[in-house]
C-alpha cells in the first residue's frame, strides 16, 4: 500500500472523528444550540422560564404567555434495584420520555441527579421534537439524614454537604461535570448539556419540622441572609436564612453558564405557613418555613413556592372544621379545594405549584383522606379518576402548575403500617408487596412476572403457557374438587381449582386452607366438621362479594400481635392469643395510631381497615367485571385465584420468609417456610358443611404435598401503562397550557 493512499485514509479517518466529535459538541456541549426560543437579557443571560407577580411564564412568539406546568414526578429505581443503584439505562429513558409525552405532560421532576445517560438521552429526545420539548425540573436533594439527626441546618458540614450537591447538580445539567463515584449517588462525567430545556430548580426535601425548629431556637443569632440574587426578608427566621443562601447559590452558579431559569425549594403541609386548629397532631403543625420571607434580587427567571399536597395527610384534611367551608363543583365539602384556597392567598405575589399530588392503585391503605381519597384502596381506574380532580382543583384554584406523583411503580418503597411485617427489610426491592401502598402511585405499572400470563377470568387456557416448574399439582382437594395447581410470581401466590361442578355462590362457598409452618388452627367453628393434623394459618373463602376474603388464624395475626399485645392500642383476647384457638381474624392494617396529650391536642383513636377482602372480577382490561384488583374468578368448573404473598403470612417470599409464632421481645420475627400446604373444600351455606366430610373426620394434612419453589434474587417484571394512564390523559387535555 502506496504512503499517499494511507495518508489519505489517515486523513479520511480525522475527518470523520473530528466530524463525530464536533457533531457531539454542538448536540452535547454547546449551550448555544437550544432549540427553544429565548430571550436575552441586557446582562446577556437566556430566559426562557420565569415568574410575574404570580404567574409562571414561558417566552414563545416573541412574548411572555401565562403558563401552567404540566408534570409529573420520576424515581430512580427499577424492580430488583434501589435508588442509589441507579440502574435505569438511556434506553429506558427514551422509552419512557417517548410515554410522557404521549401522555401530554410538559415536564419531568426528579429529585436527584441521575446518571449521565438521563440527561443524554433527554437532550437527544427534544432534539426530535424541536416543536414540543419535554422540560427538566431539577431537584437537588438536600443532606436529609444528617438534618434529621442532628437538627441544626447550619452545621458546616451540612452547609458543604449541600453546597457541594447543588454545584454538581448544576454541573450535571449543563454538562460540565465530573462526579466522582459516591456510595448511593450518581457519578461520571457530564457532557450532554440540557440546560436549555430546564424549566426550574426545585432544591431540598420535605422538612422534618423538630429540626426546623431546632435550627430556629438555637441560630437566633445568626445574620439575616443577603445575597446577590436573593435574600431572607425581615420577616424571616433562621432555617429561612439558611434556604435563601441555598437558593442564591444555586442561581449563581447557574448564572455562570448564561442562563436564569426559576427556582423554588420544597415544602409540605407540615411545614406549611397556615395555622390548622383542627389538626390533632402537635407535630403536624409545630413551626413554619414561609416561601414569602425570601425574595430575589435581580434574578430575573424569578422565584416561586412549591408544595406536596396530598388529600389524606395530615389528618387536618379530615378533622379541621376551618376547611369545610368550600363545596366543589358537585356540591359536596372538600377539604382539599378549601385548603388549597387559603394556601394559594398566603401567597398572593408569587406563583405557586404543587409538585407532588396523586393516589395510590393498591390494595393497601395507610391513610383515610375524605371523599373516598384514600392513601390506598383504589383500582387504576379510581387512580386515575381521582388524580384527574386533584388536577382540575389545583388548576381552578389558580395554582400555576400541578406534577403528578409518580411515572413508574417502584417495589423498594416503605410504608408506616407495613414495614414492620416485611422482614428482612433490605429484600423490600425484590418483591412487590400489595400491601405496602407507596409502591403502586405510578402511571405506569411495574408488574410481576406472571401478572400478563396468568389472566384472571376462570379459563385455565393460559395455565398450559406455562413453563415446566411455573406450575405444579397439589393433592388437596376434598370431595366436590378435581384437582388444584399453583404458580406463584413476586407479588402472588396463583390458584388454578377444577371443580366437579360449577359454583353456585348464593348457596355455597369454596374455601381454600393454607398451611406455610408448624402452628395454626386444627380446627374451627368456621369450617365445622373439619379436623387436621396440622393448623392453617390462613384460609380463603370465596362467594358472595361480602364474604370473599382472607382470614388469619387469631394467634398469628400480625397486626394484634402489633398493636394489641405490645401496643395495648387494640383489644387482644387470650382467647384469640391461643394456640388452636379456632378464631380466624379479618385481615386488617393500621391507618392512624392511638394518640394522647402532649403529643395531640386531644385523644386520637386507632384506626384500622379491613384488607383481606377478595375482589371477583378480571384483572383483564376492557372485559366485564375488570378491575386491577380483582382476584378471583369462576366460570363453569374451573376458578382462578390470585392471592398477595403478605396475606398468606409471608414477610418475604424472595427467600421465604414468614412470619414465626415466636412472640417475645418489642419486634416480630420471621422464620423459613417449607412452602405452602393447600386443601380446597365446598361449604353449603345453610348447614355449614364440607362436602364429602363425615362428623369428626379427620384430614391428615401432613401427608399433603407442599407447594414450593426457588429463591430469586432477581425479580421478573414487564412495564404496562395503567388504565389510570388515559384516563389522566384527558385530564390533562381539558386543562388549558396556557393561561
Not at 139 to 162: C, Q, T, Y
Not at 273 to 279: D, F, T
Not at 292 to 306: D, L, P, R
Not at 421 to 431: G, L, Q, V
Request: contains cysteine; proline residues 5%.
Amino acid at each position: 500500500m502506496g504512503k499517499t493512499v494511507i495518508r489519505k485514509r489517515i486523513g479520511w479517518l480525522f475527518l470523520t472523528v473530528f466530524a463525530g466529535l464536533l457533531c457531539a459538541y454542538f448536540i452535547y456541549g454547546n449551550p448555544t444550540l437550544a432549540r427553544v426560543e429565548t430571550l436575552k437579557t441586557e446582562e446577556g443571560y437566556s430566559l426562557k422560564f420565569r415568574t410575574n407577580q404570580d404567574q409562571f411564564q414561558v417566552y414563545e412568539k416573541g412574548t411572555w404567555k401565562p403558563y401552567f406546568v404540566k408534570g409529573i414526578n420520576m424515581g430512580a429505581s427499577l424492580p430488583g434495584h434501589y435508588p442509589g443503584e441507579l440502574p435505569i439505562q438511556k434506553a429506558d429513558y427514551l422509552r419512557w420520555f417517548g410515554m410522557i409525552h404521549e401522555l401530554g405532560v410538559k415536564a419531568v421532576r426528579i429529585y436527584t441527579i441521575h446518571q449521565p445517560v438521563f440527561y443524554e438521552a433527554l437532550v437527544e429526545f427534544n432534539q426530535k421534537h424541536a416543536e414540543d420539548p419535554l422540560y427538566l425540573i431539577q431537584g437537588i436533594w438536600s443532606p436529609e439524614e444528617a438534618l434529621i439527626e442532628k437538627k441544626d441546618a447550619f452545621l458546616p458540614e451540612i452547609r458543604k454537604e449541600f453546597r457541594d450537591e447543588i454545584e454538581a447538580a448544576v454541573g450535571a445539567v449543563y454538562g460540565d461535570a465530573t462526579i466522582p463515584e459516591r456510595k448511593g449517588k450518581a457519578s461520571g462525567t457530564y457532557t450532554a448539556n440540557a440546560g436549555q430545556y430546564l424549566l426550574a430548580w426545585h432544591i431540598g426535601t420535605e422538612w422534618d419540622p423538630e429540626m426546623v425548629k431546632n435550627t430556629n431556637r438555637i441560630r437566633k443569632e445568626e445574620p439575616r441572609y443577603q445575597g446577590k440574587h436573593f435574600q431572607a426578608t425581615e420577616k424571616a427566621a433562621p432555617f429561612e436564612y439558611w434556604l435563601a443562601e441555598m437558593l442564591d447559590y444555586t442561581a449563581e452558579l447557574e448564572s455562570r453558564h448564561g442562563w436564569q431559569h426559576p427556582v423554588t425549594f420544597t415544602n409540605w403541609v407540615t411545614t406549611d405557613p397556615l395555622e390548622h386548629p383542627g389538626e390533632p397532631m402537635i407535630h403536624e403543625d409545630m413551626v413554619s418555613v414561609d416561601p414569602t420571607h425570601i425574595e430575589s434580587v435581580g434574578w430575573e427567571a424569578g422565584y416561586f413556592a412549591a408544595y406536596h399536597v396530598y388529600p389524606y395527610y395530615p389528618d387536618l384534611f379530615r378533622y379541621d372544621d376551618t376547611l369545610k367551608n368550600v363545596r366543589n363543583e358537585k356540591g359536596e365539602i372538600d377539604t382539599y379545594k378549601a385548603y388549597l384556597r387559603k394556601l394559594k392567598a398566603h401567597h398572593p405575589n408569587i406563583p405557586v405549584m404543587v409538585t407532588e399530588f396523586g393516589v395510590p392503585s393498591s390494595v393497601g391503605v395507610a391513610h383515610l383522606g375524605t371523599l373516598g381519597r384514600d392513601q390506598g384502596g383504589h383500582d387504576e381506574r379510581e387512580q386515575g379518576r381521582i388524580n384527574g380532580e386533584l388536577l382540575h382543583e389545583i388548576s381552578a384554584e389558580g395554582y400555576s402548575g400541578a406534577i403528578l406523583f409518580t411515572w413508574q411503580d417502584e417495589w423498594f418503597k416503605r410504608t408506616w403500617n407495613t414495614m414492620r411485617f416485611e422482614i428482612p427489610e433490605d429484600s423490600r426491592a425484590y418483591w412487590k408487596n400489595e400491601l405496602t401502598n407507596e409502591s403502586f402511585f405510578g402511571l405506569l405499572a411495574m408488574d410481576a412476572g406472571l401478572e400478563n400470563v396468568i389472566k384472571i377470568d376462570g379459563n385455565p387456557d393460559d395455565w398450559d403457557k406455562l413453563k415446566e416448574g411455573e406450575k405444579a399439582k397439589l393433592n388437596g382437594g376434598l370431595d366436590g374438587v378435581q384437582e388444584i395447581w399453583a404458580a406463584h410470581d413476586e407479588a402472588y401466590v396463583y390458584f388454578l381449582i377444577h371443580l366437579e361442578q360449577a359454583l353456585q355462590p348464593e348457596r355455597e362457598s369454596l374455601v381454600i386452607g393454607i398451611d406455610t409452618l408448624p402452628g395454626g388452627n386444627r380446627k374451627t367453628a368456621e369450617l365445622p366438621g373439619l379436623h387436621l393434623d396440622e393448623g392453617l394459618e390462613a384460609f380463603i373463602r370465596l362467594g358472595t362479594a361480602e364474604e370473599s376474603e382472607v382470614k388469619i388464624a387469631s394467634n398469628y395475626d400480625f397486626h394484634k400481635r402489633l398493636y394489641g399485645k405490645r401496643y395495648g392500642m387494640i383489644p387482644y383476647t387470650d382467647a384469640e392469643r391461643k394456640d388452636d384457638s379456632g378464631l380466624f381474624a379479618v385481615w386488617k392494617l393500621a391507618v392512624g395510631l392511638e394518640m394522647s396529650p402532649p403529643d395531640t391536642k386531644g385523644t386520637h383513636p386507632f384506626e384500622d381497615v379491613a384488607v383481606g377482602q377478595m375482589k371477583r372480577g378480571t384483572n383483564v382490561p376492557g372485559k366485564e367485571g375488570y378491575s386491577s384488583l380483582a382476584n378471583w374468578e369462576a366460570s363453569g368448573e374451573w376458578v382462578e385465584v390470585r392471592v398477595p404473598w403478605m396475606l398468606l403470612g409471608y414477610t418475604d417470599p424472595s427467600t421465604k420468609q414468614v412470619m414465626s409464632y415466636e412472640d417475645k421481645g418489642k419486634t416480630l420475627t420471621s422464620t423459613k417456610s417449607a412452602g405452602i400446604r393447600a386443601i380446597a373444600m365446598r361449604q353449603d351455606k345453610t348447614s355449614g358443611k364440607i362436602q364429602g366430610l363425615s362428623a369428626e373426620q379427620m384430614i391428615k394434612l401432613t401427608e399433603i404435598g407442599r407447594y414450593t419453589w426457588s429463591e430469586w434474587s432477581l425479580p421478573r417484571y414487564s412495564e404496562r401503562k395503567k388504565e389510570s394512564f388515559s384516563i389522566y390523559q384527558k385530564a390533562l387535555q381539558s386543562i388549558p397550557t396556557y393561561r
